[in-house]
C-alpha cells in the first residue's frame, strides 16, 4: 500500500491506460470517458497527495464528459446521412411535361419514368407539354413542379 501512496500519479495514468486499451473492445465510448477522468486524477495527483480531492476530481471530469462531450461524439460517429425513400426522394429531380400544365388545372409529368399529376403553384402562364420542370414538393400523389429555364451555352 506504500508503493500506491508514492506513486499515485503512476497509477492514476495506468488506469487511463487500462480503461483506454479496454474501450477498443467496447467502441462505446463510455470507457473512454473514465479513462478521461483518469487522467484528470493523474493531473491532480501531480499537484496534491490528498487521495480525496483526486478522487472527487477525476469523478467529476468523467461525469462531465458524460454529460458534456460523450452525446455529440456518438450522434456524430452513428449518425448517417438521411435515407430519404419513396415519393420525397423525387424533390429536386427534373421531369418532362407530358399535358400541360396551367394556373388552375392540373397537367401530367413523367418523372422518373413514371407519370405523376402534377401542379405548378404560382405558375402565371401555361407550361406546356415537352418542356422540362424540377419537382418542388409531393403533395399525396400530386407532383408541384416549376419549369426550368434553360441557360444560354
Known amino acids: 500500500m506504500d508503493w500506491l501512496r508514492d506513486h499515485l500519479w503512476e497509477t492514476w495514468l495506468a488506469v487511463a ?30 499537484v496534491t497527495e490528498n487521495v ?18 460523450r452525446p455529440p461524439l456518438l450522434r456524430r460517429l452513428h449518425g448517417g446521412p438521411d435515407l430519404v425513400l419513396g415519393p420525397a426522394s423525387l424533390v429536386g ?10 394556373a388552375l388545372s392540373p397537367g401530367r409529368v413523367k ?10 403553384p404560382g ?18 400523389a400530386t407532383a408541384h413542379v416549376r419549369p426550368v429555364f434553360d441557360t444560354p451555352r
Do not use: C, K, N, P
Open 17 to 46: 491506460i487500462v480503461l483506454g486499451v479496454a474501450e477498443m473492445l467496447s467502441m462505446d465510448l463510455f470507457l473512454l470517458m473514465l479513462a478521461g477522468g483518469a487522467l484528470a486524477g493523474m493531473g491532480t495527483a501531480l
Open 52 to 69: 480525496v480531492v483526486q478522487v472527487l476530481v477525476a469523478s467529476a471530469a468523467a461525469v462531465l464528459l458524460m454529460g458534456a462531450v
Open 111 to 120: 418523372i422518373g419514368g413514371e407519370s405523376w399529376l402534377a401542379v405548378s
Open 93 to 102: 429531380a427534373h421531369g418532362l411535361v407530358t399535358e400541360s400544365i396551367a
Open 123 to 140: 405558375a402565371e402562364a401555361e407550361i406546356e407539354a415537352g418542356r422540362t420542370v424540377e419537382v418542388i414538393a409531393i403533395v399525396g
